[in-house]
């Protein structure tokens, strides 16, 4: 069975599910809460928290019932299928939707990569801020807010990702020094654009893009701008898709659908050599791992910037650890508690302590935490071990590179305040991909007969969720 047509079955299984069963909101909650000698609250009963992958939640489960002993949390995780296979993402997916809509699933379901519409049109998932605003211990100014929005239903929000990430581009100063103008962000387009210039100079070894690129590398900035789950509308099959499947598929890429492998280049520990002539640009994400490069004083690359949508958008990802609360649940109040405790601020260790640090950044994934003062721990902490581990091999720009950590955390938080979109989810990958190796790599349609049938597919999908 194809992955489209599976993904088509469950949908019309959820509908049905949905329409016999019923949204299970009347409930009583075993969640308890009790005041000795009006002080502090007890909080007690059992929680039970689904994942497909979150490394980190065993760890918070095991921190919050050490500081809530009559609280017993319950971690399911992907099924074995087998000696040597488990259960896919898209399996998971599957699964978790019909316990969503059967009102049989856990009490607090990591939902990363998924589309939560469906659910939440159909009343299945809590509205976190009804938490929020009714918890004297939640202060919204703590967080980026600005990522709640976008992530917004109807302005409601049904989802709580614990971190996020974002690209950005820095370009060889070498191989654009004939160019005079400057970018304070960068776009698919502009980013082709200088590329060929640069190819124009005739300049021989003719230089690659960019590391790891392939046709597709811009969808997930791109096809947000071409539908719309509020209103159920598409436009893929439009000049403006069309316009785009053309301009990117003139990208050279090394990349092998069959095998899939390509350049795996990167800047990293000062090293920007391969930048001189071998690519344009080089990528990196806006992580505790990569941010270090901030500080560091590199001789052929520009000054890193974010990369944005054609329309201007700031997108960022949420790839890891984004939970919600069915409205089924018997513990909504818990997972609440529990989910807060997750993204609240943590006092970091002392950077001296490397395995401490190294576990509090990875609590994260070393992307950029929710809550603003995680983020500042986190980045600190990276890049003070990343400055005692390299020590002099590296040109910093500062004599000191600790005195520049201040002034690169405030441009990153910029940066994530800034943020107002959410790149398209994996689900939706699900639905075009093999419709995008096609047009790409295997010239089996046209960009009009592609456009075309993207269309009928997010039409269709997005028809499904209503």
């Known amino acids: 069975m194809s992955r489209k047509f599976k993904i088509l079955i469950v949908s019309i299984m959820l509908v049905s599910v949905f329409f016999f069963s019923g949204c299970s909101n009347e409930k009583s909650d075993k969640y308890k809460t009790t005041e000795k000698n009006g002080k502090t609250e007890t909080l007690s009963g059992i929680l039970k928290v689904s994942t497909h992958y979150d490394g980190v939640i065993k760890n918070r489960a095991q921190d919050f019932m050490s500081l809530h002993p009559n609280v017993k949390i319950e971690i399911e995780e992907p099924a074995n299928m ?38 939440a049109e159909s009343g299945l998932l809590c509205n976190l801020y009804d938490f929020m605003d009714n918890d004297p211990n939640f202060n919204k100014a703590d967080y980026y807010t600005n990522i709640f929005t976008a992530k917004e239903i109807h302005g409601a929000l049904y989802t709580m990702p614990s971190s996020f990430t974002y690209d950005m581009m820095v370009v060889s100063c070498p191989l654009t020094e004939h160019l005079t103008t400057d970018y304070d962000v960068m776009d698919y387009k502009s980013i082709l654009d200088i590329y060929e210039s640069v190819i124009s100079l005739g300049i021989s070894p003719e230089p690659r893009i960019l590391p790891g690129i392939v046709k597709e590398h811009f969808w997930r900035y791109e096809f947000p701008a071409y539908y719309d789950e509020d209103t159920g509308e598409a436009w893929f099959n439009s000049d403006e898709f069309i316009a785009y499947l053309e301009r990117t598929n003139t990208i050279v890429t090394p990349y092998d659908p069959v095998y899939q492998e ?6 990293a520990q000062g090293d920007d050599d391969f930048m001189k002539s071998g690519y344009v640009f080089c990528e990196l994400e806006v992580t505790a791992i990569d941010v270090y490069n901030l500080l560091v004083d590199y001789a052929n690359i520009s000054t890193p910037v974010p990369i944005v949508s054609s329309n201007g958008d ?32 943590k006092s970091p260790p002392d950077s001296s302590d490397r395995e401490k640090s190294q576990e509090y950044i990875m609590n994260y994934y070393a992307w950029i935490p929710i809550n ?26 500062e004599k000191s590179p600790r005195d520049g950590i201040d002034e690169m955390l405030d441009l990153v938080h910029e940066w994530s305040l800034q943020r107002s979109r959410e790149a398209s989810e994996t689900e939706l990958w699900f639905l075009i991909n093999s419709d995008l190796a096609n047009y790409y790599y295997y010239d089996i349609a046209t960009a009009e007969e592609t456009a075309v049938i993207i269309q009928s597919r997010v039409a269709s999908y997005l028809g499904e969720q209503r």
């Open 372 to 397: 603003i003062n995680n983020f500042r721990h986190a980045f600190r902490l990276q890049c003070e071990l990343d400055i005692d581990m390299f020590g002099d091999s590296v040109l910093w720009k």
């Open 82 to 119: 087998g000696e040597w296979e488990s259960e896919s993402l898209e399996q998971y997916g599957m699964r978790t939707a019909i316990e969503i809509m059967s009102g049989n699933g856990a009490d607090l379901i990591d939902l990363s990569h998924f589309s939560t519409y469906r659910y």
């Open 262 to 267: 390509w350049d795996k280049t990167r800047i």
């Open 314 to 345: 700031a997108m960022f990802r949420a790839m890891q650890a984004e939970y919600g609360i069915p409205a089924s649940s018997d513990n909504k109040e818990l997972a609440w508690e529990f989910l807060k405790f997750c993204v609240e601020e």
